[in-house]
Each structure stands twice: as C-alpha cells, then as structure tokens.
C-alpha cells in the first residue's frame, strides 16, 4: 500500500507520521557524514510527504539518527532548507553519541515504543529493513512502510 491508501483508509481518524531522513527525504551516498549541508533532496518523496501533511488529519513528524550530537543541528538546517513544513517541535533527532553509540535499530524501536498511545494511527516510514524489522517487533500497533510507499 501506498501512503495516501492509508490516508484514505484513515481519513476520520488523526494520523501520525514518523519518517526518516536518510535514505528517505535525503540521499544518504552524497557526502559525508558531518557535511548534511551537502545531502540531496530527495524531492519527489518530500513532495509526497508535503501533498500528505496538507490533510487536516496527519500529523508529521522527523524520526532520524545521527552518529554524532552536532549532526542535530546540520539536519535541522538541512530540513529547514527542504522540508519546512514539518516544525521544529516535530524533529526528533537521536544522537547515537549521547547513547553511548547504541545502534539506529535499537534507538528508534525505544522511541517508537514510547510514544504516546492515544486514538491516532501511528506510521513509521523507514528506508532501512533492519530497522523496520525491530520496531515490528515491539509495536504491533504501529504501521511500518518502505520510502517506496511514498510515491506511486
């Protein structure tokens, strides 16, 4: 299925949508880690997510790791350049260094394990199967999709 699918499926409910950076919005092989500055957009996907975030229903939110804390700051400008429809209080960037280095994987599945459970459909969208796997795991409740849900 693709996004919109659910957003139709879900059209009287309130809908929250976790996605990715890398991988997703931005292409992860151009440039170096600690030069974000320097990711490609990935427009047709941010675009999908713009179209998706107009619906008075969805909620969207930034879920992405970053190796080292000051990669916080160069993916909110990063995001603030190409995707500013999704505010600042929306951005969770999770720094591996101040997690003693655990991996992506187990971040993101403690994350989504502890958001808050309310009425809302609740969607991660993910480029990278290890991570979708794990969270799969622990939060049966949770829709989990490919980047490739985005676009048609």
Known sequence: ?????????????????????????????VGKACEYD????LLTNIEALREVSKNKNVEMFILSITRM????????????????FIKLENRFIISREEH???????????????????????????DDPAII???RKSSEDVYLLKDTSLVK
């Open 1 to 29: 299925m693709y996004i919109t699918d659910y957003i139709k499926q879900f059209k009287n409910k309130k809908i929250r949508i976790y996605v990715d950076m890398d991988g997703v919005i931005a292409d992860y092989d």
């Open 38 to 41: 320097k990711k490609r957009p």
């Open 69 to 84: 804390t000051i990669g916080r700051d160069e993916k909110n400008r990063w995001l603030d350049k190409y995707v500013e």
């Open 100 to 126: 003693n280095f655990m991996p992506s994987k187990t971040l993101k599945k403690k994350f989504v394990k502890n958001i808050k459970r309310d009425e809302s459909i609740i969607i991660v969208i993910d």
């Open 133 to 135: 796997d794990e969270i």
